[in-house]
């Protein structure tokens, strides 16, 4: 999920990127979105895997490839001071 180059307020952007990230990896939604697969992947096993098991799928591993596709606060980002805050929550 790059950020737009063309976009105002960059850095903004990215701590909220940021947020999200750590809200999802470091909370309880992460679990909860795999319990959504259960079903689909019964489906799956017992040959009755539909297009909506299908989509379904597709939307959460776009959703953990987008996640892990925002990238990791730099050491650079760090001395900065950018993103003190989601690092005190996260440690």
């Known amino acids: 999920m790059p950020v737009d180059p063309t976009s105002k307020d960059i850095p903004q952007q990215i701590e909220y990127l940021w947020g999200l990230k750590?809200?999802?990896t470091h909370g309880h939604a992460i679990?909860?979105?795999v319990t959504l697969?259960?079903?689909?992947l019964?489906?799956?096993e017992g040959d009755l895997f539909t297009d909506d098991d299908w989509k379904?799928?597709?939307l959460v591993?776009?959703?953990f490839r987008n996640i892990?596709?925002?990238q990791d606060i730099t050491a650079q980002q760090r001395a900065a001071g950018l993103a003190?805050?989601?690092l005190r929550l996260r440690d």
């Open 56 to 58: 379904l799928v597709q």
């Open 22 to 24: 750590s809200l999802i």
């Open 31 to 33: 679990p909860v979105i």
């Open 61 to 63: 591993v776009t959703l």
């Open 84 to 86: 003190s805050e989601l």
């Open 37 to 40: 697969l259960e079903s689909p």
């Open 68 to 70: 892990l596709a925002i």
């Open 42 to 44: 019964e489906h799956l």
